[in-house]
């Protein structure tokens, strides 16, 4: 791209000096537009490098919390998987103290009956 659009031709009968001075801030104004629209460019380039990198990123981030997600929902299922034993295990404990309970209450029973049998055997004799 060029910058330069008026040029000075110079002699008798030809343009003046005003027309002279307009082109040559022209071409100052056109140089230091191609020169911000370069900046510029290279601004863009590097804001879509940049861009790309953080695409990248963002991809890999998903990656990740997709596997987290997967990860999270395994140790879930192991949780509830363990919550299930363990009320099984509450159950049976509870299951099992109450027969402990009543294998007591039979033992006290058959001790008070054995004591009212020996009496009853005593009173007749």
């Excluded at 005003?18 to 100052?28: K, S, V």
């Excluded at 230091?32 to 510029?40: N, Y």
């Amino acid at each position: 791209m060029q910058a330069k659009t008026y040029e000075s031709v110079q002699g008798l009968g030809k343009t003046g000096q005003e027309l002279e001075n307009f082109g040559n801030a022209q071409n100052q104004l056109n140089a230091d537009i191609l020169k911000e629209m370069r900046i510029m460019q290279l601004q863009a380039n590097m804001l879509t490098h940049h861009l790309k990198e953080a695409q990248e990123e963002i991809a890999k981030l998903k990656e990740e919390q997709v596997k987290y997600i997967l990860k999270l929902n395994q140790c879930k299922a192991e949780l509830d998987s363990i919550k299930h034993q363990l009320e099984k295990e509450d159950s049976f404990q509870a299951e099992t103290e109450a027969l402990r309970q009543e294998v007591d209450r039979l033992k006290l029973t058959a001790k008070l009956n054995s004591n009212a049998i020996a009496r009853l055997s005593h009173q007749d004799s």
